[in-house]
């Protein structure tokens, strides 16, 4: 029987093949990703729903909360399936006042996959991301000391897969130099499309593009033209912008995050609705690039 995720396609994650529609858990965490969620049992049901219908990427961070989001990870779903494949992040931190902070030094960073191991519950992580710093987009920079730090704690058997996020072309040239690379989580979604030569680029190596900000940085003109395209097609303008993802290319893995399991539900439609000729040709309009594949 084909669940509900399983209508987005699969992809590699490593040495496992995933659902392309995962679960992002940083809105598990209360206001601004801090402290406990002001209803714990509807956190927990959400996670557990998402497994039920199919998800088997989820997206976290031991920052988020700090430490609350991996704990109730763990609470709902530990011991945890087989084919579910966790992915975390490492690379800041989190401060009394809501900030974040870069935490790249070795030391941090060994503090960190022990932390997130020890809150999930787990002796091995299956995918570690490193976050890189610039909040309006990546500073470029060598990332080799921090890079070569995690394929340290690889080779100790503590992390079986690695990835970057927040990073430039080079940024990724370089950490690949360094040790094999198997996701790239960057912001990118239907108008933020700096990354679009990188995406192709992945592709043809066959490794995993993970979006985030899937309505991040739209325009009021933008936002009114999504809305009308998904007034058209019956549905949300959430919904419109995972399936564009869905469809930009197969090496996409989406991870929208929600707290309410209506909502979780309504994400997963995405994964079945199929956009003609038509609706990509108007949604690349609304982006300003006129085609799917922009060159440089």
């Known amino acids: 029987m084909t669940t509900t995720a399983e209508k987005s396609g699969r992809y590699a994650l490593g040495d496992r093949s995933v659902n392309r529609l995962g679960y992002g858990a940083m809105q598990l965490a209360g206001p601004h990703v801090m402290g406990p969620p002001a209803d714990r049992d509807a956190a927990i049901a959400v996670l557990r729903r998402a497994v039920a219908l199919g998800i088997d990427h989820i997206d976290t961070s031991d920052y988020y909360g700090p430490h609350v989001v991996n704990e109730i990870i763990r609470e709902a779903l530990h011991p945890y399936p087989d084919e579910l494949t966790i ?17 790249l030094t070795p030391e941090e960073l060994r503090q960190a996959v022990h932390d997130n191991l020890d809150h999930l519950g787990v002796d091995v992580l299956d995918v570690v991301n490193l976050r890189l ?3 309006a987009g990546p500073i470029e920079g060598s990332l080799a000391e921090p890079f070569e730090v995690l394929v340290e704690l690889q080779q100790q058997g503590l992390v079986r897969h690695l990835g970057v996020s927040n990073v430039t072309s ?4 370089e950490a690949q130099s360094i040790g094999r690379v198997v ?45 009308t395209v998904a007034r058209r097609l019956e549905t949300t303008p959430m919904e419109v912008a995972l399936a564009w993802l869905l469809a930009r290319s197969p090496n996409l893995l989406v991870i929208p995050g929600t707290s309410s399991v209506t909502h979780l539900e309504q994400n997963l439609e995405s994964a079945a609705r199929v956009l003609g000729p038509v609706e990509l040709e108007e949604l690349d309009q609304i982006g300003g690039t006129g085609e799917l594949n922009p060159g440089l």
């Open 87 to 103: 992915v975390t992040k490492i690379g800041a931190r989190r401060t009394p006042d809501g900030e974040w902070p870069e935490a």
């Open 133 to 135: 710093p610039g909040f």
């Open 183 to 227: 996701c790239v989580q960057n912001h990118y979604n239907l108008v933020h499309r700096d990354d679009d030569p990188l995406i192709d680029a992945l592709a043809r190596e066959g490794i995993a593009y993970v979006p985030f900000f899937p309505l991040g940085g739209f325009t009021p003109i933008q936002s009114a033209a999504l809305e």
């Open 170 to 173: 080079q940024m990724f040239a």
